[in-house]
């Protein structure tokens, strides 16, 4: 099968988070980290009680040897008996206590970094949405957060506990035998590189191969949806190509991960077996010598193995803190963002009159988009924004509904800045009816009424759809309004779902009506229908609207055209088809496709 030379946008997108997760990998700042924890309120009573249990058990840990070496040396007293059964007894229901609290903890760590997530995910601007996936913003807001809740619940405090195990177990064997000691020097070291380098791979590894499948994934969720468009213009083999390439890269990761942790696992192995050999070897010495008795060797070499097994966990919880430094450093590029601001103070409810752009200029990113726009939407008529594609024409919509700042310029209600007025008190005032209409999962009286804070009348909602030629279709189903209309609106046409939309926007008796080619989805029938409409409602408000089809426009009472970014004219209808060229090209040229 050929390899297509072609890579899409998305496949571009998609090499370049690979590249930025490598850079990321080599150094992870603790700053992330600490920062998050500060800005979330951690139950830190809970996570402490897990410390002191952790701590507990590990007491216990170090204390058995010791009784088991006096068994040993022949002591079989009733106390010792009792103390021993009370160590054993004592670890097991220490073992249930930090399960049960841990996970309790954990829940509650989960739940307070989730909500501080979702009330920043609701409060950023819409400029950081176009850079985030969403696929990506759910999984720092779930699987990100159950990472850093099994951290603080079950992990720093095994983490504390297994430091100190480790160092109470080289104490007690120095107690008994500096020689003793001084040969777990021999094998420590060993276990150390093993285990720093074990650390490092691990991460850098995870993170790459989470890189690969998130890529792979983020190309099916990509295709999949319009496989329909692939068929349709006879694309199935070089998907299927893509599909194969990004599953053998993934493949190769893995591959080339689980290869290399082989190895590092038989590194371990090796050092075990050393570690195995000098415990055996230094206590036979020791015993043959008469320096130590039986018991004391056995009771060393059950130290000697609390010790390995606490550097071998030392060492999985250094990865595992590794991992959370980079879940937070995620966290954090959503947590430190800035919110919108929203630093007006006045009551935008009710309020009209003239809207003004004064010298407008845009940029998204280092891209200009506007330039020195201006020009004004008089009170109460209807205003249309035509041009070609890339004109500027969605993005002086953005920037009436506040989702964007001018670079420079101002655009003002009235002569007052519209940025001195409250956010959400200046978009409630506001209509929107987009080209794309987005329903949420619901019916469809939920969706109609979305919109309107409070409780809405059948009355309203019903004239509402009405109004929007909506109440006809709505009753053809079974359940009418409150019929489900699925994900995104799947259940309904396009046609319906731009109805909704019309009807949700009408229900708000806002001052101000935009609409970003409203009546594209309609068959010619609802089109005129819901032109009618806008304009009984153009009456009581003030109407912005975006159109490529000129026969929308011919009944503006202002038409602003755009051009390269720039206002090219302004005018009625009459009045552009008479002295603007590029207003006359765009007619004629509608006019030639509507004949073909």
């Not at 095994?158 to 003793?180: E, H, M, Q």
């Amino acid at each position: 099968m050929k390899k297509t030379k072609e890579k899409p946008v998305v496949h571009q997108m998609m090499h370049a988070d690979t590249a930025s997760v490598e850079s990321n990998n080599k150094r992870q700042a603790w700053k992330p980290l600490f920062h998050f924890i500060r800005q979330v309120k951690m139950p830190w009573i809970l996570i402490a009680v897990c410390v002191v249990l952790n701590l507990a058990q590990g007491y216990l840990t170090l204390l058995f040897p010791s009784y088991t070496e006096q068994i040993y040396a022949g002591n079989f007293s009733k106390a010792l008996a009792i103390t021993a059964t009370v160590i054993v007894l004592g670890k097991a229901l220490l073992t249930a206590a930090i399960q049960g609290v841990c996970t309790i903890t954990a829940n509650i760590t989960q739940m307070r970094f989730q909500e501080h997530i979702w009330r920043r995910l609701s409060r950023l601007p819409l400029s950081f949405y176009d850079k985030n996936e969403p696929r990506d913003l759910i999984s720092r807001t779930t699987e990100d957060t159950t990472t850093l809740s099994e951290f603080f619940s079950h992990g720093i405090s095994s983490l504390l506990s297994t430091i100190y195990t480790l160092i109470g177990s080289f104490v007690l064997i120095l107690a008994y035998d500096w020689r003793l000691a001084a040969s777990m020097l021999i094998t420590i070291p060993l276990i150390y590189a093993i285990a720093i380098i074990s650390g490092r791979f691990y991460f850098k590894m995870n993170n790459q191969v989470q890189a690969k499948l998130s890529n792979m994934t983020r190309y099916f969720a990509s295709v999949l949806p319009y496989i329909t468009l692939t068929k349709f213009f006879g694309q199935e083999n070089r998907e299927e190509q893509n599909g194969l390439d990004w599953i053998a890269k993934h493949f190769k990761t893995s591959f080339d991960n689980a290869k290399i942790g082989l190895v590092l696992t038989f590194a371990q192995t090796v050092v075990q077996v050393i570690f195995q050999l000098v415990i055996i070897l230094m206590g036979v010495w020791l015993v043959r010598d008469g320096s130590i008795d039986i018991g004391i060797w056995i009771a060393f070499y059950m130290y000697a193995n609390t010790l390995y097994s606490s550097f071998s966990s030392l060492s999985s919880q250094w990865q595992s803190l590794k991992r959370n430094q980079g879940c937070a450093a995620r966290i954090t590029q959503v947590t430190d963002t800035p919110i919108e601001e929203n630093n007006g103070t006045m009551d935008a409810s009710g309020v009209e009159g003239d809207l003004a752009f004064r010298n407008v200029t845009f940029a998204y990113g280092e891209q200009n988009v506007l330039n020195d726009v201006s020009f004004t939407v008089p009170s109460g008529k209807v205003t249309a924004v035509v041009g070609p594609s890339g004109a500027g024409k969605s993005t002086i919509l953005n920037l009436v509904e506040r989702f964007y700042t001018p670079n420079e310029g101002s655009v003002a209600l009235n002569g007052q800045d519209i940025k001195e007025y409250e956010l959400r008190s200046w978009r409630r005032n506001i209509g929107y009816i987009p080209q794309n209409c987005q329903l949420f999962s619901g019916t469809i009286r939920d969706n109609i009424a979305y919109a309107v804070p409070g409780q809405v009348s059948d009355e309203a909602v019903t004239e509402a759809a009405r109004l929007a030629d909506a109440l006809e279709f709505i009753q053809s189903f079974e359940k009418g309004f409150d019929t489900e209309v699925g994900e995104n609106g799947a259940k309904l046409s396009g046609g319906q779902r731009q109805r909704i939309a019309i009807a949700r926007a009408l229900l708000m008796d806002s001052k101000l009506l935009i609409l970003d080619e409203a009546t594209s989805n309609l068959d010619a029938e609802s089109e005129a229908a819901i032109e009618a409409t806008l304009k009984k409602v153009s009456q009581r408000c003030t109407v912005l609207m975006v159109a490529h089809r000129m026969d929308t426009v011919r009944d503006a009472d202002r038409i602003v055209v755009m051009e390269n970014t720039r206002v090219n004219a302004v005018g009625t209808h009459e009045e552009l088809a008479a002295s603007c060229e590029l207003y006359r090209k765009m007619i004629g040229q509608q006019a030639v496709d509507a004949t073909v």
